[in-house]
């Protein structure tokens, strides 16, 4: 991080947050993209490396082919997927020239030839579609750039974020199938609910809090580094296998006492909170305790097997 440039991470994140940043380009020279990248995007690619394992948990592959990175800033995206599965092509839209051409180069770093294509607009479709940190710069209401047979969308996790996913999955659920994190295709049971949003933590590499240059990022940011929450939606229009009816994902993280745990669950039933007690489940209450649970786990007559 020796050649941070601090001042443009100032400025990039009162764009973020004053919720300016949909407005124009905020890219402004190659060493905002070098800076963000390092940090920024960063975490943001531990979030993705977190949503990945959940798909692979799930048994879950893409489709093989081309992929199509959407409003794809510095290709964080599109290099994470690329860590875990290939792509014949990959295309790379976003507004600003100098972020397609920065992301070009960093994922030609570790797949020299792999098949770039760049350009705002993203082809009428394409077999895999990311999207990355940009829903909250799209008016509403909003659709997919192109047609996709499966999309995969990371978002933060705040309720605004997770209202926009719920409200953008209950549009298409006529054409594609839930993946993650939901376990079933109903209406979502988080529809319409003000208290509670979908929102889950991915975990960042324990040397990050080893690092001066984290700490100094953290404060700069105002953020916990130890708080890393996602919210995602991914979407088949392939025909999935069904997950058992038991099957709940864990919402949020579970509020610990010193006997039990209540948590919120969402399954095919719906979203409720549920109970977990120390004697009855030690083990998992211990996972619980350390925020270390499995996202989706087995409920049968509101107990873990």
């Given at each position: 991080?020796?050649?941070?440039?601090?001042?443009?991470?100032?400025?990039?994140?009162?764009?973020?947050?004053?919720?300016?940043a949909g407005a124009a380009d905020y890219w402004k020279t190659e060493s905002d993209l070098a800076s963000y990248d390092a940090t920024f995007a960063q975490r943001i690619g531990w979030k993705w490396d977190y949503v990945l394992a959940q798909l692979e948990r799930r048994g879950w592959t893409p489709p093989a082919g081309n992929i199509v990175d959407w409003g794809c800033g510095t290709g964080i995206a599109a290099r994470r997927y690329l860590s875990r599965w290939e792509a014949r092509r990959v295309f790379l839209s976003d507004r600003s020239t100098l972020?397609?051409?920065?992301?070009?180069?960093?994922?030609?770093?570790?797949?020299?030839?792999?098949?770039?294509?760049?350009?705002?607009?993203?082809?009428?479709?394409?077999?895999?579609?990311?999207?990355?940190?940009?829903?909250?710069?799209?008016?509403?209401?909003?659709?997919?750039?192109?047609?996709?047979?499966?999309?995969?969308?990371?978002?933060?996790?705040?309720?605004?974020?997770?209202?926009?996913?719920?409200?953008?999955?209950?549009?298409?659920?006529?054409?594609?199938?839930?993946?993650?994190?939901?376990?079933?295709?109903?209406?979502?049971?988080?529809?319409?609910?003000?208290?509670?949003?979908?929102?889950?933590?991915?975990?960042?590499?324990?040397?990050?809090?080893?690092?001066?240059?984290?700490?100094?990022?953290?404060?700069?940011?105002?953020?916990?580094?130890?708080?890393?929450?996602?919210?995602?939606?991914?979407?088949?229009?392939?025909?999935?296998?069904?997950?058992?009816?038991?099957?709940?994902?864990?919402?949020?993280?579970?509020?610990?006492?010193?006997?039990?745990?209540?948590?919120?669950?969402?399954?095919?039933?719906?979203?409720?909170?549920?109970?977990?007690?120390?004697?009855?489940?030690?083990?998992?209450?211990?996972?619980?305790?350390?925020?270390?649970?499995?996202?989706?786990?087995?409920?049968?007559?509101?107990?873990?097997?």
């Open positions: 991080m020796d050649s941070i440039d601090w001042p443009a991470l100032e400025r990039l994140r009162a764009a973020f947050l004053d919720g300016t972020a397609m051409q920065f992301a070009a180069r960093r994922i030609r770093e570790n797949n020299r030839e792999q098949d770039l294509w760049s350009e705002p607009t993203p082809p009428p479709s394409t077999d895999v579609l990311l999207i990355s940190h940009a829903l909250t710069e799209q008016p509403e209401p909003w659709t997919l750039p192109c047609d996709a047979q499966a999309v995969i969308i990371v978002e933060p996790g705040t309720r605004d974020s997770a209202r926009k996913l719920v409200a953008l999955r209950e549009s298409l659920r006529d054409t594609y199938n839930a993946v993650a994190p939901c376990t079933h295709n109903a209406p979502c049971g988080l529809a319409g609910n003000g208290r509670d949003w979908c929102h889950h933590f991915a975990s960042p590499p324990t040397e990050v809090f080893m690092s001066a240059d984290w700490a100094r990022f953290a404060k700069l940011a105002g953020i916990d580094l130890r708080s890393l929450p996602v919210s995602y939606l991914v979407l088949d229009k392939r025909p999935l296998p069904a997950l058992p009816a038991a099957a709940k994902r864990l919402i949020g993280a579970p509020r610990v006492y010193k006997a039990h745990a209540l948590a919120l669950l969402c399954g095919a039933t719906g979203v409720r909170e549920h109970r977990l007690t120390k004697r009855d489940s030690p083990a998992e209450f211990r996972r619980w305790k350390k925020r270390d649970a499995e996202s989706l786990q087995l409920w049968r007559d509101g107990r873990l097997p």
